[in-house]
């Protein structure tokens, strides 16, 4: 299992962007019962949570991050995305796909965001 990550990049503050996060070898069953969470790292910070969905409950979200993303799914894709609206300087860092299945724990490869003022 590989995962893809695309669709960072720079933006001015109040664009929007969206990442996706493909999970190349990856059969329908583990893909749809996986956890998935996007994480962002900041400069000089820890990876930190920006969103999360657990299949069978409602997603969840950073407060700082809460109303301007949105993360969802595409099962026959098998790709996770993450809408950011609103995008604010200090949205910017490298983001992080994560799928917990229960064959094993994935990360995708980090994708830089850049926000400008």
């Not at 998935?36 to 700082?64: I, M």
């Amino acid at each position: 299992v590989q995962l893809q990550a695309s669709g960072g990049g720079l933006v001015q503050g109040g664009g929007s962007l969206r990442l996706s996060c493909r999970a190349s070898g990856m059969i329908l069953s583990v893909f749809s019962s996986a956890t998935v969470s996007w994480y962002r790292q900041s400069p000089g910070q820890q990876r930190d949570l920006a969103a999360r969905f657990t299949p069978g409950t409602s997603s969840h979200y950073a407060d700082s991050v809460k109303g301007r993303f949105t993360i969802s799914r595409d099962n026959s894709k098998r790709t996770v995305y993450l809408e950011m609206n609103s995008l604010r300087p200090e949205d910017t860092g490298v983001y992080y796909c994560n799928f917990d299945t229960y064959g094993g724990m994935y990360w995708g490869q980090g994708i830089q965001v850049t926000v400008s003022s």
